[in-house]
């Protein structure tokens, strides 16, 4: 059983920053994809980055250079540092991971940024 629990979410004015969290915990293959997500009402999920394990990443162009992924390999953790903040990047943000052909998924983080 894996469990991904998020953290850091918040509300921040737009040009601001906010680092989200996500712990991964349970039985996860060394080999794997970690990543954010993100929802906002009315929309479809999206992509906003992922990092492999070996450290490769990929961003959603309406986030690069402003967001930045990272991990911590030892402690199954990735981050996602968030700046320059906007309005539109307000959505619930879902931690995912894939390993060993299965896919996780955290419960979800709100960041709502004010204008």
């Known amino acids: 059983q894996v469990q991904l629990v998020e953290s850091g979410g918040g509300l921040v004015q737009a040009g601001g920053s906010l680092k989200l969290s996500c712990a991964a915990s349970?039985?996860?293959?060394?080999?794997?994809?970690m990543g954010w997500y993100r929802q906002a009402p009315g929309k479809q999920r999206e992509l906003v980055a992922r990092?492999?394990?070996?450290?490769?990443?990929n961003y959603a162009d309406s986030v690069k250079g402003r967001f930045t992924i990272s991990r911590d390999n030892a402690m199954y953790t990735v981050y996602l540092q968030m700046n320059s903040l906007k309005p539109e990047d307000t959505a619930v943000y879902y931690c995912?991971?894939?390993?060993?052909?299965?896919?996780?998924w955290g419960q979800g983080t709100q960041v709502t940024v004010s204008s």
């Open positions: 990092i492999t394990s070996g450290g490769s990443t």
């Open positions: 995912r991971l894939i390993a060993g052909g299965y896919l996780y």
């Open positions: 349970g039985s996860i293959f060394s080999i794997n994809t």
